[in-house]
């Protein structure tokens, strides 16, 4: 069973809609959370940490489930420039041990 | 500019020709990683380092060496390159775990 598991999409968008990822993990005791975004062929950059209590930056949105062991990412008001793959990570245990889900590959439409 | 810098860019080579992609980060990172990325199989962790001198496998560690003699540098070592080993690689650094990871740029490989 994979560790960090995503819907890969793709999702299509208009500008200006409001589009929501779902991440599951597996590990219980996992102790980080991330959202990155990657653009095509580029490296991932990190877009947001997720915290128990949940986070906003702008646009985004972040929460987390721990009793259900899945994290959220919402998007308000697409822009063409959100066009990207997103993708979700988990970290075990503090420590070095980074897993990555495949990435939800979203398109927004103008 | 704080980043993480790997080179080359992009390689081809043949197999068994041995091969190493350098890794540097200027932040004073603690944690240095190797990830290979694939169609279809995401992101996935070849070693990491979570200090001078401390290494330790990740998932895909077979046909890969490292090593960390300094804190700033982290490279990616391939004794007998196969072309199953043609991917795109990724060096990342973090300050702890609790923290992102800051990716470098990419090396796109291809063994032939």
């Known amino acids: 069973r994979k560790e960090v598991e995503q819907d890969p999409g793709p999702f299509n968008v208009p500008e200006g809609a409001t589009v929501a990822f779902n991440c599951t993990y597996s590990?219980?005791?996992?102790?980080?959370f991330f959202w990155y975004r990657q653009d095509c062929r580029k490296e991932p950059k990190l877009l947001m940490s997720?915290?128990?209590s949940g986070n906003e930056d702008g646009r985004f949105t972040a929460q987390l489930n721990r009793a259900s062991q899945y994290i959220s990412l919402l998007i308000r008001d697409s822009k063409l420039s959100d066009s990207a793959t997103y993708l979700c990570?988990?970290?075990?245990?503090?420590?070095?041990?980074?897993?990555f889900g495949t990435g939800t590959s979203l398109t927004v439409i103008p | 500019e704080a980043q993480v810098t790997q080179n080359p860019r992009y390689l081809i080579t043949v197999t068994g020709k041995k091969l190493t992609v350098t890794c540097s980060q200027n932040?004073?990172?603690?944690?240095m990683s190797w990830y290979r990325q694939d169609p279809g199989l995401g992101l996935r962790q070849i070693y990491y380092?979570?200090?001078?001198?401390?290494?330790d496998k990740g998932d895909v560690p077979e046909g890969y060496k490292v090593s960390r003699k300094e804190k700033r540098n982290f490279p990616l070592i391939l004794e007998s390159p196969s072309p199953n080993q043609t991917s795109l690689y990724f060096c990342?650094?973090?300050?702890?775990?609790?923290?992102?990871?800051?990716f470098g740029s990419g090396t796109r490989l291809t063994v032939v």
């Open positions: 990570v988990v970290n075990i245990d503090t420590g070095n041990q980074f897993y």
């Open positions: 380092s979570m200090n001078v001198e401390v290494t």
């Open positions: 590990n219980s005791a996992s102790q980080s």
């Open positions: 997720v915290y128990s």
């Open positions: 990342a650094s973090s300050p702890t775990g609790v923290y992102g990871y800051t």
């Open positions: 932040m004073n990172h603690e944690y």
